[in-house]
T-cell receptor
Framework: QKEVEQNSGPLSVPEGAIASLNCTYS??????FFWYRQYSGKSPELIMS????GDKEDGRFTAQLNKASQYVSLLIRDSQPSDSATYLC??????????????FGRGTQLTVWP | IAGITQAPTSQILAAGRRMTLRCTQD?????MYWYRQDLGLGLRLIHY???????GKGEVPDGYSVSRANTDDFPLTLASAVPSQTSVYFC?????????????FGPGTRLTVL
């Protein structure tokens, strides 16, 4: 099992719809979870961080975390064509004596069509 | 400047040549990272540094070396480039205090080895 797995997509939704992106992770003791957005030809941009169970809302974005199920999701409400990008899930896993390392999923490509 | 800068933006390199990719951050983050991103393989960690003067190996370190002489700079060197090192390289940094490890990425270097 990979450390971080995302629904592979691609995902296509109409403008104004809710886009739902999902991610599961393998390390039960992980404490920090992140969503990055990456436009084609650009670098990953951090858009959401979540550290405790439940929902965290920021504008049109809501991150949801369920540590018991080892599941984290990102909802994008009122999707816009400008949201079209690849979304990367990342989980901070502390193993051995390191301070932690981010493990990334392979990303879900989202297209929002007008 | 604010954030992370990388140089060069892109480079075409003959196999066997030596190349250093530069990365500078001005956020006073203690940790820095080098990733490569290849289609279908996602982001893979090459090397990291938790603090100035220390470095560690990531998932794909072979053929690469790094140094961390100060807080701001984290160069990545390819001693003798090979075509399989053709990739997009991203530098990132984070403040690992508190264990959150939010990583911020530079704009990337697109490297082609012929």
């Amino acid at each position: 099992q990979k450390e971080v797995e995302q629904n592979s997509g691609p995902l296509s939704v109409p403008e104004g719809a809710i886009a739902s992106l999902n991610c599961t992770y393998s390390d039960r003791v992980s404490q920090s979870f992140f969503w990055y957005r990456q436009y084609s030809g650009k670098s990953p941009e951090l858009i959401m961080s979540i550290y405790s169970n439940g929902d965290k809302e920021d504008g049109r974005f809501t991150a949801q975390l369920n540590k018991a199920s080892q599941y984290v999701s990102l909802l994008i409400r009122d999707s816009q064509p400008s949201d079209s990008a690849t979304y990367l899930c990342a989980v901070n896993m502390i193993r051995g004596s390191t301070l932690g390392r981010l493990y990334f999923g392979r990303g879900t490509q989202l297209t929002v069509w007008p | 400047i604010a954030g992370i800068t990388q140089a060069p933006t892109s480079q075409i390199l003959a196999a066997g040549r030596r190349m250093t990719l530069r990365c500078t951050q001005d956020m006073r983050h203690n940790a820095m990272y080098w990733y490569r991103q290849d289609l279908g393989l996602g982001l893979r960690l090459i090397h990291y540094s938790n603090t100035a003067g220390t470095t560690g190996k990531g998932e794909v370190p072979d053929g690469y070396s790094v140094s961390r002489a100060n807080t701001d700079d984290f160069p990545l060197t390819l001693a003798s480039a090979v075509p399989s090192q053709t990739s997009v390289y991203f530098c990132a940094s984070s403040d690992t205090a508190g264990g959150k490890n939010e990583q911020f990425f530079g704009p990337g270097t697109r490297l082609t080895v012929l």
